[in-house]
């Protein structure tokens, strides 16, 4: 930035904060620091300058953190942030930690959305047609809906925050109740939470999906590798983990649901397998 921008942005802060003090003191819209006013009400006017300039000092630093976050997810590593902000990669990582690998885990979720974004609206779109207003998951439910309208009302550029909230909320339906008596419901709310495991599964990076390399299906005797987490209201303790057959099997009783998936891309297939679409 040219010392010539630099003097237009403080000339540009300080009327802010003059503006900012007469709103505080009640002034007249000529008031100000030049004005013929008494010792005591000038005073005043500049202590109120005071309390405004490092109000506006606290909330450039709340909006520099933001645009680092934004910088970073589109792209920019620590030492652009640093270069950009005037300091090393190491202070920029210190003054704001957790910002790397932010635009992979947004390629991620753009990816994601792109192939399945369409179907994921389609699928909440027959969840909520098939439930009962009056059931006990009524806030959920009214919750996602908030969701379905703010995701058409959002241009594409901003949409992925309010896809990340509609998969918190589109996870409680999904597994929050006994499924509907009546099948083409069931079968809604059954894919509503297998693609929201995918979903997870593909937006969580690679290290957090390893951990799960120690579980085992939740089947007896059954070596087979575990891919998936089901749940069903009875289990009380929380969703078991099951390989690809016995997923396959368990889907086939009621109330049965995908959860959680341990690789991407095997909750659906799982799901459509289960409900002979495969
Ligand atoms: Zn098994």
Known sequence: MSDAQCADLTTAVEQLAWTAVREMLQLQPDAGPGSDAPDA???????????SLLAIRDSADQ?????????????ADYPAIGDAAGMTRQGARRKWPGLAGLSDERQRKLTWWNRRGDQFVQCVRAVLMASEETSEQAPRL?????????IEQTSPA??????????????AVAVGAPSP??????????????????AY???????????????????DDCASEPI???????FGHGPVSACREHAIEALGQPDIR?????RPDVALSVFAEAYGEG
């Open 41 to 51: 009400d000038l005073r005043q006017m500049w202590l109120a300058a005071l309390t």
């Open 63 to 75: 909006l520099a953190a933001s645009a680092a976050l934004s910088a970073a997810q589109y792209g």
């Open 142 to 150: 009214a919750a996602l809906r908030g969701r379905l309208d703010e």
């Open 158 to 171: 901003q949409r992925l925050d309010v896809f990340d909230m509609a998969l918190v909320d589109a996870h």
């Open 181 to 198: 008596a009546e099948r083409t419901a069931a079968r809604a709310k059954g894919l509503l939470a297998a693609l929201t495991a995918d």
């Open 201 to 219: 599964a593909a937006m969580n990076s690679h290290s957090s999906l390893v951990i799960r390399e120690d579980l085992a299906c939740g089947t």
């Open 228 to 234: 998936v987490e089901l749940w069903h209201p009875d």
């Open 258 to 262: 995908i959860v959680a998936a341990c």
